[in-house]
T-cell receptor, first 116, second 112 residues
Framework: EPEVTQTPSHQVTQMGQEVILRCVPISNHLYFYWYRQILGQKVEFLVSFYNNEISEKSEIFDDQFSVERPDGSNFTLKIRSTKLEDSAMYFC??????????????FGEGSRLTVL | GESVGLHLPTLSVQEGDNSIINCAYSNSASDYFIWYKQESGKGPQFIIDIRSNMDKRQGQRVTVLLNKTVKHLSLQIAATQPGDSAVYFCAENEAAGNKLTFGGGTRVLVKP
């Protein structure tokens, strides 16, 4: 069964460092997403991406965050200067359609980011 | 997974019994609702979805009920099995948007 894969599974970084989280969405999917989940809290939307541009982003997704699809298979989330409060599990997701009814989101297993 | 939290409501159910998980949503503009299951160390996994013009939808062993009047969503799991032990999240999507808003999650523990 096709799946979304994410790397690394766990990254520990120092505050102020740049981090890149990588995702390989399902190959025929056109819509890509990043969500995050701080320990013990809800899953929160960060950003959606379609046709090589951001289609929607949340208040969390400030200037420190960026996304990129550098080639035909990868989708990355970059945090330029990490803060302690960026520590969370980051989930990548993809969908064939626009995420409404019939556009089921498939999530990866997450990348845990720990900022020290 | 990172859905593990100290303050998640927990539903303990005997194996073979039916489970009902409830969710309240607040956005009256939401027109699409989904239930996700999250097992330890894994990402959310789609279970079933429902559109706002429906009040009930059935899948394999699962039923989702939507009451738009009171903004309430429920997930019923028939004949709960040990493999159903997980955290369950409801999520909603606005018609004009392309993002899911997740609820806080309910932990289901299936007792053998």
């Amino acid at each position: 069964e096709p799946e979304v894969t994410q790397t690394p599974s766990h990254q520990v970084t120092q505050m102020g460092q740049e981090v890149i989280l990588r995702c390989v969405p399902i190959s025929n999917h056109l819509y890509f997403y990043w969500y995050r989940q701080i320990l013990g809290q809800k899953v929160e939307f960060l950003v959606s991406f379609y046709n090589n541009e951001i289609s929607e982003k949340s208040e969390i997704f400030d200037d420190q965050f960026s996304v990129e699809r550098p080639d035909g298979s990868n989708f990355t989330l970059k945090i330029r200067s990490t803060k302690l409060e960026d520590s969370a599990m980051y989930f990548c997701a993809s969908s064939e359609n626009s995420g409404g009814f019939g556009g089921e989101l498939f999530f990866g297993e997450g990348s845990r980011l720990t900022v020290l | 997974g990172e859905s593990v939290g100290l303050h998640l409501p927990t539903l303990s159910v005997q194996e073979g019994d039916n489970s009902i998980i409830n969710c309240a949503y607040s956005n009256s503009a939401s027109d699409y609702f989904i239930w996700y299951k999250q097992e330890s160390g894994k990402g959310p996994q789609f279970i079933i979805d429902i559109r706002s013009n429906m009040d009930k939808r059935q899948g394999q062993r699962v039923t989702v009920l939507l009451n738009k009047t009171v903004k309430h969503l429920s997930l019923q799991i028939a004949a709960t099995q040990p493999g159903d032990s997980a955290v369950y999240f409801c999520a909603e999507n606005e018609a004009a948007g392309n993002k899911l808003t997740f609820g806080g999650g309910t932990r289901v523990l299936v007792k053998p």
